[in-house]
């Protein structure tokens, strides 16, 4: 079985986790968001790109969710004392060394999508990780402090301001001009499932489809599409996703958030327990529906939600359900303004994706 899952940061991969437990065979792919991308002291920091390869290579610092276990901050400290900042985004001393590796390969000509397999080469996550685009993009947030508009990067909204101010605006800066990276389009085409994990709708898988040609490739696929909600009993399961739902004019429900994606685009999406109330709205817009529970307490746990999506997936491609967004333009209810707002990632530094 060949699955194809779009992911943001740390529910994505501990999502895939659980996926690659309850489907040991089956050969993975995994897009990823690098909207969230940030330069910093020099270097290239892909904060989604990471949290999955650490996590899936068993480096990854488990209680927080992102960064190196058994990290330690001097370079960060040395920095401080010299007045260099941000001192809000905190990158560790076994983490430098990612971003200069991948900083190094960039300058001498090796596209993105090329060094993130070189990294892998040494963390072996079990599964293929391509980034959207090798271009670059970036999320900035539309804000209103004191009066005063302006846009900042989504990790200064996400990681300095905890997204406590609203969220007015949230633009891919940099998208409409690019290009899903080389394999793609081609292994999205080939899937036999595609899977959207709980990560953030807006930030994480939305900026993924935001780049030019790839919900087309989505809608159009010939397999089955399944979602599993980020929103359980109306709140993020973790993180501050109402903030950006808000900003795209989605209410923080697990059923608004199928609605968002929409018939054109999934074929099928879970709800947790607590929202069963809500599958016969998400039916009656085209949507198979079904409620399981949705929190990843543990490995066991998160392996079923992954066995829950697979067989949704097979029940919508046993039903002739696959594909049918090919019909329907794949544009959800939202509209194509929901691709062009939708983007980003999950602060690596905050540790909170959806």
Not at 196 to 221: D, Q
Not at 228 to 249: C, E, Q, T
Not at 332 to 343: F, I, Q, R, V, Y
Request: with cysteine.
């Amino acid at each position: 079985m060949r699955i194809v899952v779009l992911a943001g940061g740390i529910g994505g991969a501990r999502f895939l986790r659980g996926l690659k437990q309850a489907a040991k065979e089956a050969e993975i792919t995994v897009v990823g968001n690098t909207g969230d991308d940030i330069h910093l002291f020099g270097l290239k920091v892909c904060p989604d790109l990471d949290t999955v390869m650490y996590t899936l290579g068993g480096g990854i610092n488990e209680e927080q969710g992102w960064g190196r276990e058994d990290e330690s901050f001097t370079v960060k400290e040395e920095l401080a004392a010299y007045g260099v900042g941000p001192e809000w985004f905190g990158l560790g001393d076994r983490d430098f060394a990612t971003h200069i590796v991948r900083t190094q390969m960039l300058a001498a000509g090796y596209p993105l999508s090329a060094v993130t397999e070189a990294l892998c080469a040494r963390w072996q996550p079990g599964v293929r990780l391509i980034p959207m685009s090798d271009d670059r993009i970036e999320t900035h947030v539309a804000i209103e402090e004191d009066g005063e508009q302006r846009a900042v990067h989504f990790q200064e909204y996400w990681v300095k301001l905890r997204a406590s101010v609203d969220a007015k605006a949230v633009v891919p800066v940099g998208a409409e001009q690019a290009k899903p990276a080389p394999g793609v389009l081609e292994a999205i085409a080939e899937a036999d499932v595609i899977l959207f994990p709980p990560s953030n709708p807006v930030v994480s898988v939305g900026t993924i489809l935001a780049v030019p040609g790839i919900r087309e490739a989505v809608a159009s696929a010939g397999a089955p599409v399944v979602g599993l909600s980020p929103i359980v009993g109306d709140a993020p399961v973790r993180g501050m996703a109402d903030k950006v739902l808000a900003a795209v004019g989605v209410e923080s429900t697990a059923a608004a958030v199928a609605l968002h994606y929409g018939a054109g685009l999934v074929d099928g999406w879970l709800v947790d327990t607590v929202d069963a109330g809500t599958v016969a709205d998400v039916e009656t817009a085209g949507i198979r529906c079904r409620a399981v529970p949705l929190m990843m307490t543990d490995m066991d746990a998160t392996a079923q939600m992954a066995r829950e999506a697979l067989a949704l997936a097979a029940e919508v491609r046993e039903a002739g359900g696959a594909g049918d967004a090919a019909a329907t333009g794949g544009v959800g209810e939202s509209g194509d303004g929901a691709a062009s707002s939708a983007s980003g990632g999950a602060g690596a530094a905050d540790g909170a994706d959806a």
